[in-house]
């Protein structure tokens, strides 16, 4: 046996490391990586809970097959059928064919589904338990964080949760799995980039879960990626219930963007404004070279936004349409908004920002600037005024 246990003395971590694939979803740049969390309990039966990516099927296998010691897999509980958790299943049933696959009702159908055949199999609902022995497993649906199948698995026995994608980050474990053993700053922004990229659209739900969940005593809190948090759990909640209801801390993110300068210079000029009233967290992002997925982190994390477009065939710069589209699909609420845009002969961007604002739950700026071709000092005066209204209000909401 190679493993080690890493929760309690029968609590063995079995996930892997994905250090190839370059985008998650085959869209979010995975700049170091990622794992796959999955844990395997040894008692008077085991548990495998959850899978992994089947392109680490076989290492995943040779894991599970050296902790069992000559011992099958009695269950293995389905916490969360994307496949980056489920993949395994199929070669895990052709390993343990006598093996229990434990899920909800949805869980199964999809099995079913994705897999063509579920086996044997145990339903479980809301609260039911499940005896290992000296460890039992209770099941709480937490439908929509991320998919409506997904469930958390609590261990009353040794007070660990296994919570899913909840509550996971993107980033390998570099050695340790604990975050008691590592240096764990370099997860924090990246469980806020996971969340704002994979969860956002789910505050509600999220919100849900952690109402189920917080009267829990938990040790442990198992994500299916990133560290095994046990010393800053509190620090991963509180996380979570900000992000779910939108509170974010001082800061403004700028983005904007530009075929030929002139946008861009407005948007140098708002972030002047928004320096000038004190805000020290200001991130300028053109956005057709910075990384779709930062932009959307650091919007969840700062409370002020603001938007630049040039017009384009008579519509937004498409890229900042993409952008304004997924706060749209977030719901993205609880900001102070403001918005700058340009054009060359036709004006129309800064109409469809206005568009977008009106439908949003966010306080916008009465300060606008549109600028007809190249700035001019007194549109360049406004873009001040704008970024200063902008940094006051953020400042205020902040206090
Ligand atoms: Fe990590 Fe929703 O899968």
């Known amino acids: 046996m190679y493993e080690t246990p890493i929760v309690t003395s029968d609590i063995y971590y079995v996930g892997v490391n994905d250090r190839q694939k370059s985008k998650f ?11 796959y969390n999955s844990f395997l309990i040894i008692d008077n039966k085991t548990a ?10 076989l290492l995943f296998v040779h894991k599970i097959l050296s902790v069992l010691n000559g011992r099958t897999l009695d269950y293995l509980i389905i916490n969360h059928m994307e496949p980056d958790h489920s993949g395994a299943i199929g070669l895990l049933r052709k390993y343990f064919p006598e093996m229990i696959i434990v899920g909800n009702s949805k869980t199964l159908s999809m099995v079913e589904g994705f897999h063509r055949e579920v086996g044997n199999c145990l339903e479980v609902k809301e609260n039911d338990v499940l005896s290992l022995g000296k460890h039992n497993l209770q099941f709480f649906l937490i439908p929509m964080v991320h998919w409506p199948e997904t469930m958390a698995t609590y261990d009353k026995t040794s007070h660990v949760l296994f919570s899913g994608d909840a509550f996971g980050s993107f980033g390998t474990l570099d050695g340790a799995i604990l975050d008691s053993q590592m240096n764990e700053k370099r997860f924090w922004n990246e469980m806020i980039r996971y969340y704002a990229n994979i969860v956002g ?3 509600s739900p999220v919100q849900k879960a952690l109402d189920k969940i917080e009267p829990l005593q938990i ?6 990626h990133g560290p095994v948090w046990t010393e800053h759990i509190d620090k991963v909640f509180e996380i979570y219930e900000n992000m779910a209801n939108f509170r974010a801390e001082e800061g403004v993110v700028i983005v904007y963007g530009t075929m030929y300068g002139n946008t861009e210079q407005m948007a140098e000029a708002v972030a002047q404004g928004v320096a000038n009233a004190g805000v020290k967290h200001v991130l300028v992002y053109n956005v057709s070279s910075a990384d779709a997925s930062i932009i959307l982190r650091d919007i969840y994390k700062y409370n002020g936004l603001i938007v630049g477009s040039p017009t384009y065939n008579n519509e937004l710069y498409p890229e900042i349409e993409a952008l304004l589209r997924k706060l749209e699909i977030r719901g993205v609420r609880n900001r102070i908004f403001g918005y700058f845009g340009s054009y060359s002969w036709a004006s129309a961007a800064v109409k469809r920002i206005k568009d977008f604002a009106e439908k949003m739950d966010i306080t916008v700026a009465q300060t606008v600037v549109e600028q007809k071709h190249a700035l001019n000092i007194e549109n360049y005066q406004k873009c001040v005024l704008l970024g200063e209204e902008v940094g006051q209000k953020v400042r205020e909401l902040s206090k």
Request: aromatic share 10%.
């Open 48 to 57: 495998l809970i959850d899978t992994v990516d089947v392109s680490f099927g």
């Open 219 to 224: 040790d442990f809190l198992c994500s299916t």
């Open 25 to 35: 979803e085959n869209m979010i740049p995975l700049t170091r990586g990622v794992s």
């Open 201 to 203: 659209k789910y505050g």
